[in-house]
Structures are given as C-alpha cells and as structure tokens.
C-alpha cells in the first residue's frame, strides 16, 4: 500500500501521515502499536497521573485521548469503506477528556485495552480491499481516504509517543 498523496490529504492531518516514515499502512499500524506499548509498559503507575504542565492532560489522560480518536478513525474509516457518502462530524478531543474517567484507571488496564483495540483496527483495515482503501467519504467538513485514516491512526499514534518521551518523560 502506497502512502497517500500528502496534496489530498486535509492539512489538520498531514503532520500525522508525515509521521509514518517510509512504511505501509499495515506495518505502520504494528510498529507504531510496539514501539508505544513497549514505552507505556515500563512507567510506574503513579508515572499515569503525571501532567508535564499545568492544564496539560496527564498521561493516562493522554492514553484516553489516543483510544478516543483511534475508534473515531477507525469508524470513520469502516464507514466510508462500505461505501457510506454520510458526511460525518467533527469531535472535540477537549470535550472527550474530562468524560474518559482516566484517573480511575490503572495505566495496566489502560494498555491492555490499547493493544486490543491496535489489533481490532489492524483486523479491520486488513479485510479492507485496495478499492475500499482508495474510497473517500467526509469527517469534519473534510474529504480523505480510508488508506488516509489508517496512515492518521498510526501518525497519531506516533505524534503522541513523540510527545510523551520528549515532554512527560524527559523531566
């Protein structure tokens, strides 16, 4: 699967498609997937409530933030693969947060849901064929691809580890 064209691709998401450095779509879902997990895995739980600033979500809120979009993605990829022309809304990731109930979760139970919904959405963006990747529909007032959504789901995935060892982790 080739990348996407970044000219076709909404510039609210370009930095998470550019993200995805010289891999295709199902071997970004995976490596994205391991290499997070692997970092997630060896923090301390009290490292979970750990903001690296103040009204800066802290990490098992970031954790919440990253499954949130995930599933948006993935069902607006599951749409627009069957063939589903209903434009589809926009979602406050601001508004998600404080409703995600991070802090009553532990950041083990937080990566065993991660890993499974990382496997749910390789299983789903694995059965779609190359005409259902290359169908577009619209999120957010903007046109993209299903192959986009999966290259967005795993660039996200990699913006969010790039700020966690860069600004949560490196104190």
């Not at 994205?32 to 098992?60: C, D, H």
């Not at 069902?75 to 990731?93: H, I, K, M, V, W």
């Amino acid at each position: 699967m080739t990348k996407p064209d970044l000219q076709a691709v909404p510039t609210a998401f370009k930095h998470y498609v550019e993200n995805v450095k010289d891999q295709d779509m199902m071997a970004a879902l995976k490596d994205s997937s391991v290499k997070f997990l692997s970092i997630i895995r060896s923090l301390p739980e009290e490292k979970g409530a750990y903001a690296y600033a103040e009204g800066k979500w802290t990490i098992k809120e970031m954790l919440c933030h990253m499954m949130d979009a995930e599933r948006i993605f993935a069902y607006r990829a599951l749409r627009f693969a069957r063939n589903d022309s209903t434009a589809l809304p926009g979602f406050d990731e601001n508004s998600y947060a404080p409703e995600a109930n991070a802090a009553a979760r532990t950041l083990a139970s937080l990566v065993r849901e991660m890993e499974t919904l990382r496997q749910t959405t390789i299983d789903l963006f694995a059965n779609f064929t190359p005409a259902m990747l290359d169908r577009k529909g619209t999120a957010s007032n903007m046109p993209m691809s299903v192959l986009t959504l999966g290259y967005i789901i795993s660039g996200h995935e990699t913006h969010h580890r790039k700020v966690l060892t860069e600004r949560y982790l490196a104190h």
